[in-house]
């Protein structure tokens, strides 16, 4: 068997294989001409199974052979269980985070379909004291107009009183002179 340096990478080398790895062939594939050169001491890379010449093989990839396989496996079947434990563990708390944020806007919701209504009242009430206003004025109008009314009918009077003062004065001196000529025909 020969020792080969991988030189190129556009070929079916064992999966994970590199630029500079030595590969073992019993003779060079005819898809390994060229992309590799005779060499090296000690395989890097080892293939489950020889490549036909044409690089078809019997279907199966080739594959590295690593010795320490089973602790490599292990050690990322503990990764991906670790990776599934801290998801987990992630998506509980998102899960308890989304809860909390639902309350929060169940209660921002509740708060603000009690400030609507508490502003429905208040407008109900506005329209209420707007109502009331608007027939004070009408009666404040109404005032004023008996008011401009019973004013000028004051100031009516007040003429006719000054027409019936000045008659009065009339009459006093007229039954003054009345009473002089009274008196002076009793004498």
Known sequence: MALYIIKHL???WPKGAKVGDIIEFNALPGWAAGKCELGG???T???DQE???DGS???AALALVDPDAAKIAAAMADAAEQ???ERARIMAEQKATLEAQGKTIEGLIADVKAGLAESQKLEQQLAA????LEASLSREATLQGHLTDTQKLNEAA???IEKVRGQVADLQAQLAAAKTEVKATKK
Request: no cysteine; net charge neutral; hydrophobic share 35%.
């Open 10 to 12: 556009k070929a079916p």
């Open 41 to 43: 001491s000690q395989p």
């Open 45 to 47: 890379v080892f293939a």
């Open 51 to 53: 490549v036909s010449g």
């Open 57 to 59: 093989g019997s279907g």
């Open 83 to 85: 990776e599934r434990l």
């Open 129 to 132: 004291a707007k109502v009331d």
């Open 158 to 160: 007040v003429g006719e």
